[in-house]
């Protein structure tokens, strides 16, 4: 076994160990070198010699997304900016964008920590990988590029866009493995059976998706159409980027590189440590970041951490997949609702697309109704009214049961929902009542 591999099968002592050797240099690391960090510790009272043991990684306060935000561009910075080498940026619809910058040292166990996710889902030097992804301030495309290469996978750096001519190419160069959003996935494969072709008369065998949540149901719909083996991986820019998490063969929760990235599960109200196994925000502190250090940093990311160990062997624990962020959380009539609820229910009814968006209507500071735009699969699509009402009504109601409030449904005609090349935007809000 290669030896950057051997890390997937530490036991747990060791990863332990690991963890905390690389947690005390890494704080430490922080504590001499980034301004941001002295100056926090410095007023919370935290000393070096304070902290001695993995331990007291919970006694440090949390790095949040307002920190990177108010450090805006470079005050994140631990080395002279003449040793970054790379910018990369989260593209966030509000506010200034959070950035990151990388060494030379980042990039290299960056592009190794996404070759290791790449190897966990099946991908091996014998294929050859399309990246889908953005090339930009988007982690996604250089990301997945540098890793995939490190690996020694065959790689096409195509980018968003195009997907006519994504489609065309995947064919004459005989791609194996499609890199990109679970949604733009799905809709390559629409665009493949408009175009008269099978989805599944390509080479594709194997999906890396990631950069956004899909149900099981999409991932079935993905693999259906495609026939390859649909794997998620996770990441974020401000922790480094993709190559943080990601799925084995067996799909049952994605592997974390936990001696690269410590995580914690807190409860995003009160900020304590939730017990092995129960859902809340994840956490994530990594242990390479020498450019931009974050330490603590509070994901957004709603999940839990799966106890049980998995059939593939490997010894690092697998995070289960996102069901919301503490930030999408849509509180209406006192109801908390996420998103992925409204997808569960969805993906019951076979007369309905996965693709939807849930529109709030929303009243100076309050949210007064919640409406479902759902689109009609194309074997759903009915020219009668009544059976459309009907399918409403039934969607309504099963809503109604899981999420304790009634929302407006409506049914859209097949392909009439916006598609996406990047991430698919899911909430939309408008003043006033239609
Ligand atoms: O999306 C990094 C990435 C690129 C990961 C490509 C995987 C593949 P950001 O643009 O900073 O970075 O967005 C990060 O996207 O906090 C999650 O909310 C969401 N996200 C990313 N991967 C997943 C996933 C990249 N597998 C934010 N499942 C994160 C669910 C995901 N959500």
Same mark, same amino acid.
């Given at each position: 076994?290669?030896?950057?591999?051997?890390?997937?099968?530490?036991?747990?002592?060791?990863?332990?160990?690991?963890?905390?050797?690389?947690?005390?240099?890494?704080?430490?690391?922080?504590?001499?070198?980034?301004?941001?960090?002295?100056?926090?510790?410095?007023?919370? !009272?935290?000393?070096?010699?304070?902290?001695?043991?993995?331990?007291? +990684?919970?006694?440090?306060?949390?790095?949040?997304?307002?920190?990177?935000?108010?450090?805006?561009?470079?005050?994140?910075?631990?080395?002279?900016?003449?040793?970054?080498?790379?910018?990369?940026?989260?593209? !966030?619809?509000?506010?200034?964008?959070?950035?990151?910058?990388?060494?030379?040292?980042?990039?290299?166990?960056?592009?190794?920590?996404?070759?290791?996710?790449?190897?966990?889902?099946?991908?091996?030097?014998?294929?050859?990988?399309?990246?889908?992804?953005?090339?930009?301030?988007?982690?996604?495309?250089?990301?997945?590029?540098?890793?995939?290469?490190?690996?020694?996978?065959?790689?096409?750096?195509?980018?968003?866009?195009?997907?006519?001519?994504?489609?065309?190419?995947?064919?004459?160069?005989?791609?194996?493995?499609?890199?990109?959003?679970?949604?733009?996935?799905?809709?390559?494969?629409?665009?493949?059976?408009?175009?008269?072709?099978?989805?599944?008369?390509?080479?594709?065998?194997?999906?890396?998706?990631?950069?956004?949540?899909?149900?099981?149901?999409?991932?079935?719909?993905?693999?259906?159409?495609?026939?390859?083996?649909?794997?998620?991986?996770?990441? +974020?820019?401000?922790?480094?980027?993709?190559?943080?998490? !990601?799925?084995?063969?067996?799909?049952?929760?994605?592997?974390?590189?936990?001696? +690269?990235?410590?995580?914690?599960?807190?409860?995003?109200?009160?900020?304590?440590?939730?017990?092995?196994?129960?859902?809340?925000?994840?956490?994530? =502190?990594?242990?390479?970041?020498?450019?931009?250090?974050?330490?603590?940093?509070? =994901?957004?990311?709603? =999940?839990?951490?799966?106890?049980?160990?998995?059939?593939?062997?490997?010894?690092?624990?697998?995070?289960?997949?996102?069901?919301?962020?503490?930030?999408?959380?849509?509180?209406?009539?006192?109801?908390?609702?996420?998103?992925?609820?409204?997808?569960?229910?969805?993906?019951?009814?076979?007369?309905?697309?996965?693709?939807?968006?849930?529109?709030?209507?929303?009243?100076?500071?309050?949210?007064?109704?919640?409406?479902?735009?759902?689109?009609?699969?194309?074997?759903?699509?009915?020219?009668?009214?009544?059976?459309?009402?009907?399918?409403?009504?039934?969607?309504?109601?099963?809503?109604?049961?899981?999420?304790?409030?009634?929302?407006?449904?409506?049914?859209?005609?097949?392909?009439?929902?916006?598609?996406?090349?990047?991430?698919?935007?899911?909430?939309?809000?408008?003043?006033?009542?239609?």
């Amino acid at each position: 076994m290669q030896k950057w591999l051997q890390n997937d099968y530490m036991n747990r002592d060791e990863i332990k160990n690991l963890q905390e050797e690389n947690f005390l240099h890494f704080f430490n690391y922080a504590y001499q070198n980034s301004r941001f960090y002295r100056g926090m510790y410095d007023n919370a !009272g935290i000393k070096p010699d304070h902290i001695k043991s993995l331990a007291d +990684l919970q006694h440090l306060p949390f790095t949040t997304k307002e920190h990177l935000r108010n450090n805006y561009p470079y005050e994140m910075a631990a080395v002279p900016m003449e040793k970054i080498v790379r910018i990369h940026a989260s593209s !966030g619809t509000t506010g200034k964008p959070v950035v990151m910058g990388y060494t030379k040292e980042d990039l290299k166990n960056w592009a190794r920590g996404v070759a290791r996710i790449c190897n966990i889902a099946g991908a091996s030097s014998q294929d050859i990988a399309q990246v889908s992804f953005g090339y930009g301030l988007f982690t996604g495309g250089f990301g997945l590029h540098n890793g995939l290469e490190e690996l020694g996978v065959t790689v096409v750096p195509f980018s968003s866009g195009n997907t006519d001519r994504q489609l065309d190419l995947m064919k004459d160069f005989q791609t194996t493995i499609l890199v990109s959003t679970p949604s733009f996935a799905l809709y390559m494969a629409e665009t493949a059976r408009e175009k008269n072709i099978d989805p599944s008369s390509y080479y594709l065998r194997l999906g890396l998706f990631g950069g956004e949540p899909f149900s099981e149901a999409m991932r079935q719909e993905i693999e259906n159409q495609w026939q390859i083996k649909a794997t998620l991986n996770y990441g +974020l820019t401000e922790v480094v980027g993709p190559g943080i998490s !990601g799925d084995c063969s067996a799909q049952k929760g994605m592997h974390l590189l936990e001696d +690269l990235f410590i995580p914690e599960i807190i409860d995003p109200n009160t900020g304590e440590i939730l017990p092995e196994g129960e859902k809340g925000e994840l956490v994530l =502190t990594p242990l390479y970041k020498e450019g931009f250090p974050v330490i603590r940093y509070r =994901t957004g990311d709603i =999940t839990r951490i799966i106890p049980e160990t998995c059939s593939c062997g490997r010894s690092l624990q697998r995070m289960d997949y996102i069901t919301g962020r503490t930030d999408d959380m849509i509180i209406i009539k006192g109801v908390n609702i996420f998103p992925s609820q409204v997808e569960e229910v969805l993906t019951e009814f076979e007369e309905v697309s996965p693709h939807y968006c849930l529109v709030l209507h929303r009243s100076k500071d309050f949210i007064k109704q919640l409406e479902v735009q759902i689109e009609l699969a194309p074997e759903g699509f009915s020219d009668s009214f009544r059976e459309m009402e009907l399918l409403e009504d039934k969607i309504r109601q099963r809503l109604k049961s899981h999420l304790s409030l009634t929302p407006r449904v409506k049914l859209m005609n097949p392909k009439t929902l916006e598609r996406t090349t990047g991430k698919s935007r899911r909430i939309f809000e408008i003043e006033g009542d239609e």
